[in-house]
């Protein structure tokens, strides 16, 4: 009882009159529980990512008791990735996912295929991890170089928007964001992106923080979310401000259901959802057809 109550109270604090539908403007977006214009969102995003990113990788095993190396193992396992597979990477800059998708095709036996032609496909194979902020691609090219991957030819590393790539329509046999699509500005322009560049039959995937909605689940998500994640922050990256924003930020983004209609709404189809954890992260999917 307790707890319920505290939690309340932390909720009335924190979500006064806000929900998904709140309204904001026509120029305007928001950040976290603020409300700020557009122009401004992506350089607060990009100050936030520049401030966490040496301790990005870490700091995620410390909020997920390292659960989400799970969640992204979930994720490429729902990829099937495959030799010679152009693939994109969007948000990923520390590397994370991608390493997880070339160890995979690495792994993978190749049956009654001679060796030059596996080294074909192995040559041909390309996972672009593109980021909108150089200081986390700068940090997952070390960690490259630490793994011995540093002049790996497949593995590219593109500084870039998800709301406007600069690849070409049609080009990638698969695409994933993993805890990225959330502090976009406009999430319609991010899937219409994924959508054009994806080849017919090509498949989407993300990764993300979402809604918990069994009652007593919720309420100790809440108030872990809210009195445990910026002090962790604060203690292991002296940044509290940064993880406010993120767990602000989640409680901002589209509920499973809704985020689900707007991946069909981009044309794709064959859309569905798994919960994980109880609905704290979510993985969507959708097929190009």
């Known amino acids: 009882m307790a707890l319920r109550l505290m939690a309340r109270k932390l909720e009335s604090k924190l979500f006064p009159m806000l929900s998904f539908n709140s309204p904001l403007h026509s120029h305007a977006t928001s950040f976290g529980f603020k409300e700020v214009r557009e122009e401004e969102k992506s350089q607060m995003v990009g100050n936030v990512f520049s401030s966490v990113a040496s301790n990005y990788d870490l700091m995620n095993d410390f909020m997920s008791g390292g659960l989400h190396r799970l969640w992204k193992d979930r ?47 192995m040559e041909e194979t390309r996972i672009y991890v ?56 406009h999430i319609e322009k991010v899937l219409a992106e994924a959508y054009r560049v994806l080849k017919r039959g090509g498949r989407f995937l993300c990764l993300e923080l979402s809604h918990v909605e069994v009652p007593l689940f919720k309420e100790l998500y809440d108030y872990y979310s809210f009195s445990v994640i910026p002090a962790i922050g604060e203690m292991v990256a002296g940044d509290r401000d940064s993880y406010q924003y993120l767990v602000e930020s989640i409680r901002r983004f589209p509920p499973q259901a809704k ?31």
């Not at 690495?106 to 596996?118: F, G, H, P, S, T």
């Not at 793994?147 to 928007?161: A, I, M, P, T, Y």
Request: some cysteine.
């Open 75 to 121: 994720l490429v396992s729902k990829l099937n990735p495959f030799p010679g597979m152009k693939h994109l990477d969007v948000a990923g800059g520390t590397g994370d996912v991608s390493f997880r998708i070339l160890e995979t095709i690495n792994n993978i036996k190749r049956r009654a295929i001679q060796d030059v032609l596996e080294d074909d496909l």
């Open 130 to 185: 593109c980021d909108i902020n150089p200081n986390m691609l700068n940090v997952g090219q070390s960690r490259a170089l630490e793994k011995g991957r540093g002049k790996d030819k497949s593995l590219v590393w593109v500084e870039g928007d998800a709301e406007a790539l600069r690849f070409e329509d049609g080009t990638m046999d698969g695409y994933t964001i993993a805890f990225g699509i959330r502090n976009v500005t």
């Open 259 to 289: 985020f689900a209609s707007m991946i069909a709404d981009a044309g794709f189809q064959k859309v569905e959802y798994e919960n994980l954890v109880g609905g704290v992260v979510a993985i969507h999917s959708g097929l190009k057809i």
